[in-house]
């Protein structure tokens, strides 16, 4: 599986939805995921190291598993069908739950653990855009990387994620 990296956020204009951009940690290939109104809202606040006055629900699920002596390992995007990623919430005791990506990436982002995709996945739903020189790794993202992502939006829609198989007619 490959390790990723969170880029941004960006509401997308014209359908007034977020899109959550993640990037390969060692490689190229970035995945874009249609994200809910609170879920950015989660992911944007812990981005910016704002702690709500009250937790919000991701904060509520890590103290649940603080309580129950839960610590997640890994999220884990896993597939993608018909445009709608499916990830799973991995535990240290073995534990596995499925959940929405978004969510997911909520909770691992407050507890530090690594956000990866199969290979299957980045293959399926993968966008290769060029290396810039110095990206990679946990740095910020660079104004290019945000530039890119936003040509990336202006230009794509979540019927592009169905696949050659579902050519949008839904």
């Not at 990506?101 to 507890?111: L, T, Y």
């Amino acid at each position: 599986m490959g390790e990723m990296r969170i880029v941004g956020i960006r509401v997308d204009a014209p359908q007034n939805q977020p899109v959550l951009l993640l990037r390969e940690a060692e490689g190229p290939r970035y995945l874009a995921i249609w994200i809910g109104q609170s879920e950015a809202a989660s992911i944007a606040l812990q981005q910016r190291g704002i702690e709500p006055p009250r937790p919000l629900t991701h904060d509520l699920i890590v103290n649940l598993c603080a309580a129950f002596d839960q610590e997640l390992s890994q999220v884990r995007i896993v597939d993608m069908q018909e445009g709608t990623f499916f990830a799973e919430m991995v535990f240290d005791s073995g534990v596995v739950v499925s959940a929405r990506p978004s969510d997911a990436i909520a909770v691992a982002m407050r507890v530090g653990a690594a956000i990866v995709a199969s290979e299957e996945v980045l293959a399926d739903a993968g966008l290769d855009m060029p290396e810039e020189d110095g990206a990679g790794g946990d740095e910020a993202p660079t104004e290019e990387e945000l530039e890119a992502f936003r040509e990336f939006l202006d230009h794509v829609s979540p019927e592009d994620f169905l696949g050659p198989e579902n050519p949008g007619t839904s």
